[in-house]
């Protein structure tokens, strides 16, 4: 039997501390800190539902990051 995969390590980062921060400045913050994929949206977006390793959301509303997780 095949092992399973390890997944790939993604940034200890803390999601609350996006919250609040102008939406570029976030972005270059996730950045800075090593995360892959960075993804903002409006408030209301339908988005899949797969977890994907090194990706942090924000939900961005008036240039402000409104909500913030990862996967």
Do not use: K
């Not at 995969?5 to 921060?21: C, R």
């Amino acid at each position: 039997m095949a092992s399973l995969p390890t997944p790939p390590a993604q940034p200890d980062d803390a999601t609350e501390s996006y919250v609040g921060l102008a939406a570029d400045a976030a972005d270059r913050q996730a950045r800075s800190r090593g995360w892959d994929t960075v993804r903002a949206v409006p408030p209301g977006t339908f988005l899949t539902m797969e977890f994907r390793h090194g990706r942090i959301n924000f939900q961005v509303e008036d240039d402000t990051v409104t909500r913030c997780w990862v996967g």
